[in-house]
T-cell receptor, first 112, second 110 residues
Framework: DVKVTQSSRYLVKRTGEKVFLECVQD?????MFWYRQDPGLGLRLIYF???????EKGDIPEGYSVSREKKERFSLILESASTNQTSMYLC???????????FGNGTRLTVT | QKEVEQNSGPLSVPEGAIASLNCTYS??????FFWYRQYSGKSPELIMS????GDKEDGRFTAQLNKASQYVSLLIRDSQPSDSATYLC??????????FGQGTTLQVKP
């Protein structure tokens, strides 16, 4: 079974802090994604990556950056956390564009 | 028009009934279609994949795809209270990314 592991299940940070959300997958998948999910807004794509050191902006990249130094690891960075970034963050991976996404357990981030 | 549309619900069915969830999509070139189940506070879990026209059955779940009409549906037979969740339809878009619908909330009443 594919395993996508997100480093934290719950996280509380203060406004202005730099926040790192880590995601690791163990199936040698090429493609990795970061989403956020808010009530009534569904899943929104923040950033994705099709290869090591490669990144593409999704639909809502403002206020975020990413890093993919190794194939199995995709990190989401909140440069200066704000209260409107309080959300559920979901990492996912897939081997190719026609295969389903496999999601991690999610990180519930609260910014106070 | 949204790329992937679902009725947000809630869809309420009695225990033991058939629940029918529908999804329409706009990109005629889409090749891959998925249904995910998401319990409150949890991450989405893949329950069905379908790639060609027709029906695909897996236990109590049946996915139906009609590319000409651009819709995909999920039938849940013998619905159980444990099926109460939000069901997300996902379709691969022309950029290779999955496009998700907003989800349909299903409530199965004992």
């Amino acid at each position: 079974d594919v395993k996508v592991t997100q480093s934290s299940r719950y996280l509380v940070k203060r406004t202005g802090e730099k926040v790192f959300l880590e995601c690791v997958q163990d199936m040698d998948h090429e493609n990795m994604f970061w989403y956020r999910q808010d009530p009534g807004l569904g899943l929104r794509l923040i950033y994705f990556s099709y290869d090591v050191k490669m990144k593409e902006k999704g639909d809502i990249p403002e206020g975020y950056s990413v890093s993919r130094e190794k194939k199995e690891r995709f990190s989401l960075i909140l440069e200066s956390a704000s209260t409107n970034q309080t959300s559920m963050y979901l990492c996912a991976s897939t081997p190719d564009g026609n295969s389903p996404l496999h999601f991690g357990n999610g990180t519930r981030l609260t910014v106070t | 028009q949204k790329e992937v549309e679902q009725n947000s619900g809630p869809l309420s069915v009695p225990e033991g009934a058939i629940a029918s969830l529908n999804c329409t999509y706009s990109d005629r070139g889409s090749q891959s279609f998925f249904w995910y189940r998401q319990y409150s506070g949890k991450s989405p879990e893949l329950i069905m994949s379908i790639y060609s026209n027709g029906d695909k059955e897996d236990g109590r779940f049946t996915a139906q795809l009609n590319k000409a009409s651009q819709y995909v549906s999920l039938l849940i037979r013998d619905s159980q209270p444990s099926d109460s969740a939000t069901y997300l339809c996902a379709v691969n878009g022309n950029t290779g990314k999955l496009i998700f619908g907003q989800g349909t909330t299903l409530q199965v009443k004992p």
